[in-house]
């Protein structure tokens, strides 16, 4: 059954989808994820606002930053009790989403301090399938940061759990609350935004098949917006929508636009590269999150030349 969620017309994701707002272009450019699990409310700032001992967590946050790991608290989908952050079986996990990587580490922590001695440098090799699950999809659920999230949030982690095949939670702030729900598949890095619950599962179900939906595409983890950007048009002009077939190359400033090399492989046998000029515009400032007090613009961005190389 599809639930539907209401939302009030003042609310930064049903603004964003009244002005059309393009969601291509607005993955997190980190490449690289800690996931710990802690249960209970998450405050804005989740990770120091939690059940989380706050000096372990003040830590993280500053290794986490050196490292140029992005963390995230996770728990499962559900109003759930509370229980303690120092309960055995707690789970953390490191992702790396890079091309030449693609895996998971699972471990556990008993005791928070034992999160401060996580390698987040650690290479991860395919050693790491053995240690817990490698198809996981987070799902924004963040309500002190923005309501949308958990508004629409919760319906869509609660039915990408139902569906089965991915290892189901919710997750901190992800980024872009105005495209709420959002999702994001790790090892892959692949996000999507703009989900309702039958959505969700059909962006699922597509990508087991290999295929990305690039409707609801946010793009791929680890790239700057303008790669992003460039993969989706490409995707789009050259109809293939297949998880992979197409690949930066090169890309560097060109004046004030964007040139940017894609790599199109549209089977074993066959090869073909693209040039393709982006150029970013300005749009109107909006609100990006329900609790914004200041409108901020947003950059949409766009082809201005499309041209074969070989």
Known sequence: MTTTVQLPV???????????EPVQASALTASRFLLLEVPGPW??????????DRAVAKRLASQGEAAGVRILLI??????????????GRA????????????????????PADLLAIDLAASLTAAAA??????????????????CCALLGRPVAAAVAAAGGWDAWEC????????????????A???????????AVTVLRR?????????????????????????????VRLDDARAGAMQVHSWQPAGSDWEIEVAHVPDRDQFAAYLIRMTGTELAPAAMSCADQMLKPSVRYDVTSFRRLC
């Open 172 to 187: 901190s702030h992800l980024g872009g609350h105005r495209f709420a729900a959002s999702l994001l598949l790790l090892p």
């Open 10 to 20: 003042a609310s930064c994701s049903a603004a964003a989808r009244a002005r059309a």
């Open 75 to 88: 728990r499962r989908p559900g109003r759930r009790p509370a229980g303690h952050a120092t309960d055995p």
């Open 43 to 52: 405050g804005r700032s989740a990770l120091t606002e939690s059940q989380l």
């Open 207 to 235: 990508f087991e098949q290999g295929e990305i939906v690039l409707d609801h595409h946010r793009g791929r983890c680890g790239q700057p917006p303008v790669v992003q950007a460039a993969l989706h048009a490409a995707a």
């Open 130 to 147: 053995s240690s817990g699950p490698q198809q996981v999809a987070l799902v924004c659920t963040n309500a002190k940061r923005d309501r």
């Open 92 to 111: 953390w996990a490191l992702a790396d989403t890079s091309p030449d990587a693609g895996h998971i580490q699972w471990g556990h922590w008993p005791d």
């Open 189 to 199: 890095g692949q996000m999507f935004g703009q989900l309702d619950p039958e959505a």
